[in-house]
Nanobody
Framework: QVQLVESGGGLVQAGGSLRLSCSAS????????MAWHRQAPGKQRELVAS???????NYADSVKGRFTISRDGAKNAVYLELNSLKPEDTAVYYC?????????????WGQGTQVTVSS
């Protein structure tokens, strides 16, 4: 059974920073792309950033220059550094990973971690 567990969310003032972490555990042969998504109240879930196994990254326009995604292959982990936070960044942040297991390749999601930015 594969699980993704996020940590690092919290309450921060506008202009502040946070670092989110997500670790995958279970029977994992390999991990393809990993990503962070977010969902604000009343809005659809959106892709924030993604990173391939080779390290290529992609960001939503709204976070370019402020957020940085990285991963640690040895730890099956993905991170999101959030800087210059704005109130509109308030959301539940979810990590996702495309995981190759013994019998299938599929996407897994974490349970989410709340990020709240006060003005």
């Amino acid at each position: 059974q594969v699980q993704l567990v996020e940590s690092g969310g919290g309450l921060v003032q506008a202009g502040g920073s946070l670092r989110l972490s997500c670790s995958a555990s279970g029977t994992i042969f390999s991990i393809n792309a990993m990503a962070w998504h977010r969902q604000a109240p009343g809005k659809q879930r959106e892709l924030v950033a993604s990173i391939t196994r080779g390290g290529n990254t992609n960001y939503a326009d709204s976070v370019k220059g402020r957020f940085t995604i990285s991963r640690d292959g040895a730890k099956n982990a993905v991170y999101l550094e959030l800087n210059s936070l704005k109130p509109e960044d308030t959301a539940v942040y979810y990590c996702a990973a495309d995981i190759i297991g013994p019998s299938s390749t599929r996407a897994y999601w974490g349970q989410g971690t709340q990020v709240t930015v006060s003005s």
